[in-house]
C-alpha cells in the first residue's frame, strides 16, 4: 500500500479548485489533487454553459498572469440592461459611467475549466494529480488528515482544501450541517444568433416563467440562461428548436433584432447549498461545496474566486512568516474576512429570485419601484455595479489592481 504526504491536498479540479491550485504556484509548499473525473474525457462530457467573470475574477487572473491568453476566448460586458416582461421598469448601468472599461467578461466554462486544468498541469512542479480518482475514507488523525483513495492509495496532510462541489464528499463525511433550498426551477442554457449585435450588453429580464439572462458572446451571437419554474419547464425542455426559438424571443422582445437561431441546449435544475461553517480543524470547504447559489446574478463562480484570494493570501502570509499553514487561527481568520461576502452574495441572489416570483400586487408595484429607483440614483448604482463586481469591502492582494487599492482601472 502507497503512502504519500503533503502539505496541502485539493479535493476536486472544477473551476475553483484549479484556480486555487495555480494560485499556490509560488508557495513552496507539496500540493495534491483529487479529481474524480478524467479531465480528458471531461472535455467530451461538454459543459455547454457561458459564465460571467466579475470584475475581481479578473483581476484574480490578470494577477496570476494568466488573463492574456483567457483574454483570446473572453467577451467584454460593456453595459447591463436589466427589464421586467411586460413592464416599462427597467435600470441600465454602462461602464465608462464608473471609469472603467468592461464590467466582466463572458466566457466558456469548459473552456475556462480546461485552461486553467492544463496551467496547473503544466506549470506547477509541486502538485501531484491523482486523476480519476475518487475518495474511499477521510480519517482525522490527531496530526493529521488522512486520505484513502480508491486504489487503496493512502495520503496524508495538514490541511484539506474541499472544491468538489455542491454534492461535496468531503462535506458529507466530515458532518458539516448543511442548508439546502430547491428552487423548482431548472436553467435552460444555450446560444442563440441574433439579427443584430449584442454590442457587448448583457441582459438580465425578469419574465413570468423566471429570470431569462442574455450575455453577449462572439458578433451577433449570445448566451442564453433561462430559470424557468417548476411545472412549465417539462414543456419547454420538450420543444424542438424551431418551437422553441420563438418562444423565447417572445418572452425577450426585439432588443436583438429577430432570433435566428438556437444551439447547444443543456438544462440544469437549480439549487442553493450552503454549509454552516466553511472551516473544521485542519478543513476548508470553498466554492460550491461551501456555498451552491441561484445563478440570477452570475455570482457562483465569482464568489468561489474571491474565497481563493483570501486563502491564498492568508497561507502566503503563514509561509513567510513560517507559520503553521493548518494553525486553526488562521483558518478562523479565514472563515472571519469571509463570512460577510458569503452571505450577503447568498442573501442577495435568493431575495432577487424569491422577489421577482411573487405575484402578489404590493411586492410587483415594490420592485418596479425598485428598478426605477435604481436607474435615477447614480449614488446608488455605483455602489451596487462595486459590490456586483466583487469589489466591494476588504480585498486581498490577489485582487487589486497594481498602485491602486481599490480594485479600479481608469478607461
Ligand atoms: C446555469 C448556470 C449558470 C451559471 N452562471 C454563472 C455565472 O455567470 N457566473 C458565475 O460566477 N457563476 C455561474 N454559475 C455558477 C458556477 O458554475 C459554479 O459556481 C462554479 O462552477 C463552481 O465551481 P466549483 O469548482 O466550486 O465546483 P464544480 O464546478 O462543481 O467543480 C467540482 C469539481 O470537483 C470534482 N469532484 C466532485 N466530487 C469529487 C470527489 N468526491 N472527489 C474528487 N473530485 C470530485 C468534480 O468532478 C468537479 O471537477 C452558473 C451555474 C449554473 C448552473
Known amino acids: 500500500m502507497k503512502h504519500q504526504k503533503f502539505d496541502i491536498i485539493i479535493v476536486g479540479a472544477g473551476l ?34 457561458s459564465i460571467a467573470l466579475s470584475r475581481a475574477s479578473y483581476q484574480v487572473l490578470q494577477n496570476l498572469g494568466l488573463w492574456q491568453a483567457i483574454s483570446h476566448f473572453a467577451t467584454p460586458i460593456k453595459s447591463i440592461h436589466v427589464s421586467e416582461q411586460g413592464k416599462f421598469a427597467f435600470t441600465h448601468f454602462n461602464c465608462q459611467d464608473m471609469a472603467i472599461d468592461a464590467f466582466g467578461y463572458v466566457v466558456l466554462s469548459q473552456q475556462l475549466k480546461q485552461y486553467l486544468q492544463t496551467q496547473a498541469q503544466t506549470e506547477l512542479n509541486n502538485l501531484t494529480w491523482f486523476c480519476p480518482s475518487k475518495i474511499q475514507t477521510i480519517h482525522k488523525t490527531v496530526d493529521d488528515i488522512e486520505i484513502t483513495l480508491d486504489n487503496n492509495t493512502i495520503i496524508t496532510t495538514k490541511l484539506l482544501v474541499a472544491t468538489d462541489g455542491s454534492r461535496s464528499i468531503v462535506r458529507q463525511q466530515l458532518n458539516f450541517a448543511t442548508k439546502r433550498k430547491d428552487y423548482q426551477q431548472t436553467a435552460l442554457v444555450a446560444n442563440v444568433h441574433t439579427e443584430y449585435s449584442h454590442k457587448n450588453t448583457a441582459y438580465e429580464r425578469f419574465t413570468e416563467l423566471g429570470p431569462l439572462a442574455v450575455l453577449p458572446l462572439l458578433a451577433n451571437q449570445s448566451a442564453i440562461i433561462w430559470s424557468i419554474k417548476h411545472p412549465h419547464q417539462k414543456d419547454i425542455l420538450d420543444l424542438s428548436d424551431e418551437e422553441l426559438l420563438p418562444l423565447v424571443q417572445s418572452y ?7 432570433w435566428l437561431a438556437i444551439e447547444q441546449r443543456q438544462a440544469y435544475p437549480l439549487q442553493a447549498v450552503s454549509s454552516q461553517s466553511c472551516i473544521a480543524p485542519k478543513v476548508v470547504l470553498m466554492g460550491n461545496a461551501a456555498h451552491t447559489v441561484h445563478p440570477v446574478a452570475g455570482q457562483g463562480f465569482n464568489l468561489g474566486m474571491r474565497d481563493v484570494a483570501v486563502l491564498v493570501e492568508l497561507l502566503t502570509q503563514a509561509v513567510n512568516h513560517k507559520q503553521a499553514i493548518d494553525d486553526f487561527a488562521l483558518l478562523k481568520n479565514y472563515q472571519q474576512w469571509r ?25 410587483k408595484c415594490l420592485r418596479r419601484a425598485g428598478l426605477m429607483a435604481l436607474e435615477l440614483s447614480p449614488l446608488i448604482k455605483q455602489q451596487f455595479c462595486q459590490y456586483s463586481m466583487g469589489l466591494s469591502g476588504r480585498l486581498p492582494s490577489l485582487i487589486q489592481t497594481q498602485g491602486d487599492s481599490n480594485g479600479y482601472q481608469t478607461v
Do not use: H
Not at 486555487?20 to 500540493?31: E, G, S
Open 16 to 49: 475553483v479548485g484549479s484556480s486555487f491550485a495555480y494560485a499556490l504556484k509560488k508557495l513552496p509548499l507539496n500540493i495534491a489533487i483529487i479529481e474524480s473525473q478524467d479531465i480528458i474525457k471531461q472535455a467530451v462530457i461538454n459543459d455547454k454553459r
Open 339 to 363: 463570512s460577510q461576502d458569503q452571505l450577503q452574495t447568498q442573501w442577495f441572489t435568493d431575495s432577487l429570485v424569491e422577489i421577482f416570483n411573487q405575484s402578489f400586487l404590493p411586492i
Open 252 to 258: 425577450f422582445g426585439k432588443r436583438l433584432g429577430q
